[in-house]
């Protein structure tokens, strides 16, 4: 790398850290897009967050596809947004098979049209140590967690590159910054979705296509009822109302990721620059609980 080089690489990156720091300054930040008329995919729409997310796209004008597992509780969900005069279309789907995967987006792309913005909100979630947890629940957390978010990806991205428009959306979690004892299946799932969502980012933009966004949320565990025991949460537990509304902010903005609460992007810069055994005691220091627990008792 010549001289010249260098010095256009420290100018583009200063200006990308000045142009970042500036739009997080209240005259300079960016107005959020619209996502009226867009076909917004949802899994896991029956209840908690999806629901949540279903009923916000729908405000918004967007034409929403609520999936879940649960028929009843998903037809809940669309007949509240249909009541609010939006339009919605509902599907039951175990997207833990791919072949399941396909189907659904076979018909989807019959009834509805292409998908433009996907939701991959849909997640399980098992409390055990390694030795204890079932071969059953380790292949199921992959195939909801992990492999349903490739399936997906698969049916519905090409669309998008066609036109060089959509937006694809994960919940990730802390967990997938930082390893949860106790949750080794849960937290290897999560740093696979962070994963994808980086380096499907970095290939999109390597493509040239700037009109599809990626935006993965990491929330501590939130207060939906799913882990039994939330003293293994680290920090604060929120409410799925907040955890939604800085999704769908991330998602109007752009942003690549979002931490909730804000305060835990600091996972990244203490894995960057602090030894392990450091980590291990601020680990301890914000959740002294973890330091012993009875594994059965937190299953």
């Known amino acids: 790398m010549g001289l010249v080089e260098f010095l256009l690489f420290l ?39 999806g629901r949540l997310q279903a009923k916000e796209f729908a405000k918004r004008g967007a034409t929403v596809v609520v999936v879940d597992l649960n028929e009843e509780s998903n037809e809940e969900t669309a007949e509240m947004i249909r009541q609010n005069g939006a339009r919605v279309f509902s ?28 939701v991959n909100n849909a997640g399980v979630i098992y409390v055990a ?11 199921r957390t992959v195939d909801v967690n992990v492999l349903a978010h490739f399936w997906l990806i ?18 990730a979690s802390q967990a997938g910054l930082v390893g949860i004892p106790f949750m080794t299946d849960y937290s290897a799932s999560k740093f696979a979705v962070v994963g994808l969502c980086e380096s499907l980012y970095r290939e999109l933009n390597a493509m040239g296509l700037d009109g599809i966004h ?6 501590t565990f939130v207060n939906t009822g ?22 769908m902010e ?18 990244h810069f203490l894995r960057a620059f602090f030894p392990s055994d450091a980590l291990d005691e601020i680990f301890k220091f914000v959740n002294p609980q973890c330091d012993k627990v009875d594994a059965k008792k937190s299953q």
């Open 11 to 49: 100018f583009k990156f200063w200006r990308a850290v000045a142009i970042s720091v500036i739009r997080c300054l209240p005259p300079f930040k960016p107005k959020p897009k619209s996502v009226e008329g867009e076909i917004v995919l949802i899994t896991g729409a029956g209840h908690g967050m």
């Open 129 to 139: 140590d390694m030795m204890s947890i079932t071969e059953e629940k380790v292949q």
């Open 250 to 267: 991330a998602v109007l903005l752009n942003r690549r990721s979002v931490a909730v609460p804000e305060d835990r992007r600091m996972s």
């Open 226 to 247: 799913f882990v039994k025991n939330p003293r293994l949460a680290v920090g604060k537990v929120p409410e799925p109302e907040e955890v939604v509304e800085k999704l």
């Open 154 to 171: 698969r049916e519905f991205l090409p669309s998008m590159k066609k036109r060089n428009h959509g937006h694809i959306v994960a919940l």
């Open 91 to 118: 599907y039951t789907c175990d997207i833990s098979k791919k072949e399941n995967i396909q189907q659904l987006a076979r018909e989807i792309r019959s009834d509805v049209g292409d998908v433009s913005i996907l």
């Open 214 to 219: 990626v935006t993965y949320v990491c929330p």
